[in-house]
C-alpha cells in the first residue's frame, strides 16, 4: 500500500506538476533541507514547477519561431565597425519596438550579421513572452504561390498574423510575381498597427519600390513597412571573414557566421 506521501508525488505527476514533484523527492533526501518548515519546502516546489515551465514555455516558443541560427542576444559583436550602434541596439533588445508595434529593417552588405542580428534579436522578443516566427522571404512566397493554388491562403495568414514579430530574411533576393506581391501586401497590412516585421535585405531601402515593381502595391507596402521602422544600415567587410575557424568552433551562437 502506497503511504501517502507516494500518493501525494504520484498525484502530484498526475497534474503534470512533475517538476514539484521531483523537487519534494529531492528535498525529503537532503539532510541540509530537513529543517526547513512545511510552507517553506513547499514555496520552493512551487518555485521550481512555475521555473521550469517558463523555461519549457521558452523552448516551445523558440521551436515554433523557427530560427535560422541559436544567436544569444547577449554575444553581439560592438567590436567589429559596421555601423551598429550600441544604444539603438539597446532600444531594441528592450522589445519597446514590439509594445509599439513598429518595424525593423537591416540592409547592408552580405555576411556583415544581418540574420545573426535578427534571429538574436527575435531570440529576446521570445525572451520576453512574444510569440516569432522566422522565414526567408523567397520560402514565403512559394508558401504562398502554393496556398493560393490549394486553397490553404486563409490558414497560412491567420497562423502569421498571430505571430508579435515576423521576421522576413534575404528580402529581395528573389523575382516577385504578380500573385506574390498582392500576398505579399496583406501579409503586411493584416500587421498594420497590431505587429511588427523584422526585415534583413542586401537590397538598400531606395531601390525597394524598384524591386516590388507594381507601383500602387510598391507605395502600399513601403509605407506599411518602411514608415515606421528602425532603420539600421550595415557596413563593413564580411563577419565570416573577420573570425576566424578556431573561434567560431568554440561557441555555436558567437557572432560572425551568418549574414
Known sequence: MATLIEQTLANLRALRLTAMAQAIEDMR???????????????MAVDIEIQER?????NRMVKQAKFKVDAAPEN????VKRGLDRQVMANLLSCDYLERHLNVVLTGPTGVGKTWLACALGHQATRRGYAVYY????????EL?????????????????KKDLLILDDWALS???????????????????KSSVMITSQLPV??????LGEATIADAILDRIVHNAHL????GESMRKKMSPIKSTKTKDKEGDNG
Not at 76 to 79: A, D, L, P, S
Not at 135 to 142: D, K
Request: aromatic share 4%; net charge positive; hydrophobic share 35%.
Open 145 to 161: 504561390e502554393i496556398a493560393h493554388a490549394d486553397g490553404s491562403l486563409p490558414t497560412i495568414r491567420n497562423r502569421l498574423s
Open 206 to 211: 531606395e531601390q525597394w519600390h524598384v524591386y
Open 29 to 43: 533526501s537532503n539532510p541540509s533541507l530537513q529543517d526547513l518548515s512545511c510552507d517553506d519546502r513547499l514555496g
Open 76 to 79: 553581439i559583436n560592438y567590436r
Open 54 to 58: 517558463k523555461i519549457k514555455k521558452l
Open 175 to 193: 523575382p516577385l510575381t504578380s500573385t506574390g506581391r498582392q500576398e505579399l501586401l496583406e501579409i503586411i497590412d493584416d500587421r498594420l498597427g
Open 135 to 142: 522565414v526567408r522571404l523567397s520560402r514565403l512566397l512559394e
Open 232 to 235: 539600421i544600415k550595415l557596413s
